[in-house]
């Protein structure tokens, strides 16, 4: 019986926790907010900051850890890579490959020597190199953290001032202390999610992306991406360039490009671990495939098998409730049809709860079937309108 550790346990985990456990494997999971979903399912908890490698370690030596899985953050991966480099654990790219993969100026400088599309973009950790990055890139520039995921530290900067603004709150914010100053790319939003075997893409996922109060942090994501076959195609050989390069192993790679006007996608983001807000299961839900199931056995080392064909995608969209201003929640209300055709649900939300940040809070996740194409193009990009979070 595997005894696999996962570095977190938050809701958007339960998942992976699930998958595990109906291999029959154990799971522990680890972090330092005990009260968090995940950690209720798992068979052992063990109490650490999964952002921190060597308190990874310890509790990975102390559960005996066969085997070790990231959750859905950026941070569990690093520690994650080098907890199964020190403890010669199967299922991941050494710390050096994932710290490219996630840290975002570490990613930029490959995506530019690799020729893979992306936007301008020029790694900071002054105020002088971010005068010096507006200069060259021209306005308006976006300025990141490079170790932060969820748009938390990200702004768009259309002034001088505003760039080393931005750049001062992002520099404080990074706990690496650097940040990444890019050009400033319009376009649609869109994730892909591959699984890789072999260096090879064996299986993809497209979505759209919807957004609430911040242009920074997805709230939705629906199937049936309205992305060209041409546009996904050049993303795709773009992973497939990474994996080849950076002798990826197996398991997913995530990421998230804008599609520009002309069509050419811009990658944005990459990560080899889980999204968050159960996306894992919008894949299940849209493809059938167990998406959950292959990304842990792929961390364990366990070989994962992809179908030859696969069935028709579903017309779903994944919906994060949440309110549109601060205050008192009250209650969440529901609009009856769509209501009837929510097949899936986490919500967690309770009447009373202070909502300080609306852009950031989530009192729930639900998962809509929209029946057709059309329907979701016509309906998802209103459900914030249609499943509301009451404040007063």
Partial sequence: MTRLLIAGGGHSDVPLIQAARNLGWTVATAGNRPDELG????????????????????AARQFRAEAICACCNDFSAVSCAFVAAELQLPGHDTPETCGIIHHKDRWRQFSREAGLPGPRA?????????????????????????????????????????????????????????????EFLAGTRHGLSCMLQGQQVVFSFADDEFYH?????????????????ETLSEVLQAVQRTATLLHLQD???????????????????????????LYVDLVRHATGVPYAEWIVKAAAGIPFSVPPA?????????????????????DIRLDPDVDARIFDRMIWGQPGTQVTDPGLQKFGIVFVDHGNVTQLRSEAPRLQQLLQCRVI
Avoid at 257 to 265: A, E
Avoid at 317 to 324: E, I, N, Q, S, Y
């Fill in 213 to 229: 109060l911040s242009p920074y942090r997805v709230s939705a994501a629906s199937s049936l991406t309205s992305c060209t076959a």
């Fill in 310 to 330: 696969l069935p028709p995608q579903r017309a779903i969209t994944r919906h994060c409730l949440m309110a549109d201003h601060s205050g008192i929640m009250q």
């Fill in 39 to 58: 950690h209720r399912l798992s068979h052992v908890f063990l109490h650490c900051d999964y952002s921190d490698p060597q308190a990874v370690l310890a």
């Fill in 251 to 277: 398991g997913i790679f995530h990421l998230q490009f804008i599609r520009r006007p002309d069509g050419r996608p811009a990658i944005l983001d990459v990560c080899r671990r889980a999204p968050g807000d």
């Fill in 122 to 182: 020029v790694g900071c950790t002054d105020v002088a190199e971010v005068t010096a990055a507006v200069a060259q890139l021209g306005l308006p520039v976006i300025v990141k953290p490079v170790d932060l995921t969820g748009g938390k530290g990200i702004q768009t900067a259309h002034t001088p001032e505003a760039a080393v603004a931005a750049a001062q709150t992002a520099l404080e914010a990074s706990r690496a202390r650097r940040i990444v100053v890019e």
